[in-house]
């Protein structure tokens, strides 16, 4: 005989008596009241887990105007920022009782980031979040709620920028390389404009600038560039993420110089392999899991602790310039 037709359906009762708690609680942890503790929340949603449970979204749309869904717009999720992002996202939504539905896009083509931003909207999503859909050329103008994953203004990027700046001047570096990623990346220009801030603000002039497109292909493509600037007398290079940070090193060594002997690289984003590069990577890290909380809670209209601020993370790549003692 095929199939199961006598097993009996999970419902919220059968998740109430499995978390110990009461019916309404259950209600309202699915339905993301506010005031719920975070111990009893997470009891819910593992008896929710364990049993099986599915919520009928389009049953409680049609009561709640919701779906209960946040809607994730992406693009180049290859990359680690990206994929990381999603992720975290999907993460956050889940914490508080939601679900995520993706699309992927072509980050190059306006008109394709909008057409997915409608897909969305026309399931119903409850807001959505941009993740490297920097092709984007505005946030208004749609029915819900719509914010890029860290933020429109890039304040937590800028200071993530401006600490390796920061770290590299107190090394004694006074003659800096930039290698940042595509300008048309919110992300890129918000940590161009933290390290021309930090640059400034420490009285240290930009040593030149080169753009990559975020992979450890464009860091090596790039590097006979930088090496020129480094023969030039540059000391020290910081670069967009981390990726790029890895390509650059190789192609510098494969050039004859020495990191740091040479020159000095800091990368961006602390990846999971960075402190296994050779040399180990200096970088900064910032805290994904808060800035993926605070974009759910805000497209929901909801309140979340802010991201914990970014942190150096200094490693072998970086050292004082031959010569010079730290400031």
Known sequence: MSGDTGAKRIGVREVAAAAGVSTQTVSRVLNGYPGIRDVTRERVLDAVAALDYRVNNAARALGTSQTRTVGVVASDAVLHGPSAGIAALERAARGRGRWISTAYTDS???????????????????????????????????????????????????????????????????????????????????????????????????????????????????????????????????????????????????????????????GFDDNPDAAFYTPALTTVRLDVEGEAAEAVATVLGEVAEPPADPVLVPRASTAAPRGAAPS
């Open 108 to 266: 190059d083509d306006p008109a394709d980031i909008d057409a997915a931003v409608r897909h969305l909207l026309d399931q119903g999503v409850d807001g959505i979040v941009l993740v490297a859909a920097h092709g984007a050329t505005s946030l208004e103008g749609y029915d819900v709620p719509l914010v890029p994953l860290y933020g429109e203004s890039g304040s937590r990027q800028r200071a993530a920028a401006a600490l390796i700046v920061d770290h590299l001047v107190d090394l004694g570096h006074g003659r800096i390389v930039e290698v940042a990623g595509p300008a048309d990346w919110r992300e890129a220009r918000a940590r161009t404009r933290g390290v021309a801030d930090a640059l400034h603000r420490r009285g240290v002039e930009r040593d030149g600038c080169v753009e990559g497109d975020w992979s450890a292909a464009s860091g090596s493509a790039i590097a006979g560039a930088v090496a020129d600037l480094v023969r030039a007398g540059a000391t020290a290079v910081a670069v967009a993420n981390d990726q790029m940070a890895l390509g650059l090193v190789a192609g510098l060594v494969e050039r004859g110089l020495a990191v740091p002997g040479d020159v000095s690289v800091a």
